[in-house]
């Protein structure tokens, strides 16, 4: 009889354990799922959920405020998540926060965290979208490291050719880098430049006073510079100069033709610069006309004299005094 008493009291032990720890899971399950406070429901969409699942907790500036409710596609890219979120937290939370998906420490599970906005916006309501941003993924960093790691490899390799080759002489840089000659030529070509700079500095500075120094007011530098139809005045004074100049090439031209058929020609000024002659008669011809002119004067003085003629020159000439007089009257 006392081993039955024993064996009921262990019993209901058992039942009296099993009904509380059940009623424990009950209440930790609905306090996890916000089975017993009241919520109302947001939403987020992502391209990305990263591993997030259903009753993943939800975060508010660090602070459990929720659950993941439902995760459901809406298209090929972008997926819809659902948030239940306690009813106290409805004053805290804008309509300019965004949500963003991470893991609850290193190795945890997924979670929703809600990162306030910067704006003065109001509370958000039940049914409202607020933005998202989906941070890269531990693949996407490990897929890009290690492109990086291979590109750094090829370039490594690229380097060590590179440096290969100028070690070896190879190449403009390696020849500057082992032949001493080229490197000094190089060192010379430097300096020069250096040289051709400093004169070309000091050019400029002295073109920079000239300039300066003109008076560009009164000069006729400063007049060409300013004056704009003073300037086209000039512009056309050169364009005369220079039909000018074509006009005289023009005449030169026919004057060494004229010349080069006179030389060359047939005609009378050919043939009186060719023939010595004929010269030499020419020559004999004006001196007989000049002594000719000699001996008339003669005459005509001695015919001044003569008692036959010399009542009619005195005639001419007492003309000549009263046509004379007349014209001075």
Known sequence: MQKKTNEKLKLGVFVILGLLLFVLAIFLIGNRKNMFVKTFTISANFNNVNGLLQGNNVRYSGINVGTVKTISMINDSTINVNMAIEEKMVQHIKKDAIATIGTDGLVGNMIVNIIPGKGDTAVI????????????????????????????????????????????????????????????????????????????????????????????????????????????????????????????????????????????????????????????????????????????????EALKHNFLTRAYFRKLERQEKRDKKTNDN
């Open 125 to 300: 309501s039940h049914g409202d979208v607020i933005k998202s941003f989906t941070k890269i993924g531990t693949g996407e960093m490990l897929n890009t490291l290690n492109v990086t790691n291979e590109n750094a490899a090829l370039l490594t390799a690229k380097l060590l050719d590179i440096t290969n080759s100028i070690t070896n002489g190879k190449g403009t840089l390696g020849m500057l880098i082992n032949d001493s000659v080229v490197a000094n030529n190089f060192k010379h070509t430097v300096s020069n430049l250096k040289l051709t700079s400093i004169e070309a500095n000091k050019t400029i500075k002295t073109i920079n006073k000239t300039i300066a120094s003109i008076d560009l007011d009164n000069s006729v530098a400063g007049v060409l510079l300013n004056d704009s139809l003073e300037a086209q005045k000039v512009k056309n004074i050169i364009t005369n100069l220079e039909s000018s100049s074509h006009s005289i090439d023009s005449v030169i031209n026919n004057l060494n033709a004229t010349l080069l058929n006179v030389k060359e020609g047939k005609g009378a000024i050919n043939y009186l610069s060719n023939d010595e002659e004929l010269v030499k008669n020419l020559e004999e011809t004006i001196k007989n006309i000049n002594e000719g002119t000699d001996k008339f004067n003669q005459n005509m």
